[in-house]
C-alpha cells in the first residue's frame, strides 16, 4: 500500500469509513476528514466473504467515501499475529473491489476502550457485543485522523 504520509497531503475531502475486522464481526465507522471526528456506524454481522462484501459495498455506495481505513491488529510487542495477515488482507480486498485508497492503521488496545467505553455507560453485557465492533471502529478512524491532524 502507498505511503500513508504521502497520501494523505494530496488526499481528497470527504467521507472515510473505518472497519474493525473479525471472523465473526466487522465494526464500521465514518468521519469527515474535514472535522476529523470518528462516530460509531454499524455492526456487519456475519462470517460469509459475499455477505460481508455486500454489506460493504452497501454502505460504500450510500457514503461514497473518499478513503477505507483497516485497523491492524498486533500484539502489544508490536509482532504480528494470524489476524495481521487477514486484516492485511482485508484492506487488499477493500481496496481491489471498491477502487479506493485503503489505509492499515494499528489497533492495539481499541477493543479494549471500548469496552470500558460500554463499561461507563453500564453496558458490557453479550447482547452489546456489536456495539464494541463499532466502538473500536470509531477508535480506529480518530486515530488516523489524530495521526493526520497537520497532514
Avoid at 66 to 85: F, N, Q, S
Avoid at 103 to 114: H, I
Wanted: proline share 4%.
Amino acid at each position: 500500500m502507498p505511503n500513508a504520509r504521502r497520501e494523505t497531503r494530496n488526499a481528497p475531502a470527504g467521507t472515510v469509513l473505518a472497519f474493525d475486522f473479525g471472523e465473526k464481526r466487522i465494526g464500521v465507522a465514518m468521519g469527515e476528514t474535514a472535522l476529523k471526528m470518528a462516530h460509531p456506524l454499524t455492526t456487519i454481522q456475519a462470517t460469509r466473504n459475499d455477505t460481508r462484501f455486500l454489506a460493504i459495498g452497501k454502505l460504500i455506495a450510500e457514503w461514497q467515501p473518499v478513503r477505507l481505513i483497516v485497523g491492524l491488529p498486533k500484539h502489544m510487542d508490536g509482532t504480528e499475529h494470524t489476524m495481521t495477515g487477514r486484516c492485511r488482507r482485508f484492506a487488499q480486498q477493500l481496496q481491489g473491489r471498491y477502487g479506493l485508497p485503503a489505509e492499515l492503521v494499528d489497533e492495539r488496545l481499541t477493543s479494549a476502550e471500548a469496552q470500558d467505553m460500554l463499561r461507563g455507560f453500564g453496558r458490557a453485557g453479550k447482547q452489546d457485543k456489536h456495539l464494541i465492533d463499532q466502538l473500536a471502529a470509531q477508535r480506529i478512524l480518530q486515530a488516523y485522523f489524530d495521526q493526520h491532524a497537520t497532514a
